[in-house]
């Protein structure tokens, strides 16, 4: 089975500021991940997929990179949008373990 | 445009059962494999159950295998999820969400809808 461990599960930062999130895989999922933001009350949007490609219209300051068993997600100036819960996810095998990282809270 | 729009949720309790449904519009619904994800309040995505465009394959989280079931019925452009034995633990925001790619298994979601509450209470 896969698991996925996304650090940290809390982050606190100010706006302007350069943060990273990590994912590892317990075993390699090649490419196959993607990074989702989800605000309170709505439903989660996709930012990265492939690891390093980013969605459309989704701003530049959103970046991925990884692959293999471990992937970071970074956001280059933190913006007051950008506070949310972020998550990876593996779309390798859905049915093997985990497919979503535990989620990483990103608060002022 | 692509809507996704989730409905049967409800407040029941343990043992029974209940049926989600996800009606899709804006989009080719009978080329696109679909899923199940659900979130419990305050917790992370959980990802429940995936079925192919013409239902042929259906594959489920273990959390969940013998007990819900997914289905669709693409003349009416709308997705299942009959869920039976239900614990309370189940108590989560259902979502469906489709995959980019149209019928494949392994790829990410480009659409969710905005889901729907199951609790399970006694």
């Known amino acids: 089975d896969i698991q996925m461990t996304q650090s940290p599960s809390t982050l606190s930062a100010a706006v302007g500021d350069r943060v990273t999130i990590t994912c590892r895989a317990s075993q390699s999922i090649s490419s196959s991940l993607a990074w989702y933001q989800q605000k309170p009350g709505k439903a989660p949007e996709v930012l990265i997929y492939k690891a390093s490609s980013l969605y459309s219209g989704v701003p530049s300051r959103f970046s991925g990179s990884g692959s293999g068993t471990e992937f970071t997600l970074t956001i280059s100036s933190l913006q007051p949008e950008d506070f949310a819960t972020y998550y990876c996810q593996q779309y390798n095998r859905y049915s093997s373990g985990d497919t979503f990282g535990q989620g990483t809270k990103l608060e002022i | ?122």
Request: hydrophobic fraction near 35%; include cysteine; aromatic fraction near 14%.
């Open chain 2, 1 to 122: 445009q692509v809507q996704l729009v989730e409905s049967g949720g409800a407040v029941v309790q343990p043992g029974r059962s209940l049926r989600l449904s996800c009606a899709a519009s804006g989009f080719t619904f009978g080329t696109y494999a679909m899923h199940w994800v659900r979130q419990a309040p305050g917790k992370g995505l959980e990802w429940v159950a995936l079925i192919s465009y013409d239902g042929s394959d259906k594959d489920y989280a273990e959390s969940v295998k013998g007990r819900f079931t997914i289905s669709r019925d693409n003349s009416k452009k709308t997705l299942y999820l009959q869920m039976n034995s239900l614990r309370i633990d189940d108590t989560a925001l259902y979502y469906c969400a489709r995959p980019r790619c149209g019928d494949c298994f392994s790829d990410f979601f480009d659409y969710w809808g905005q889901g729907t509450r199951v609790t399970v209470s006694s």
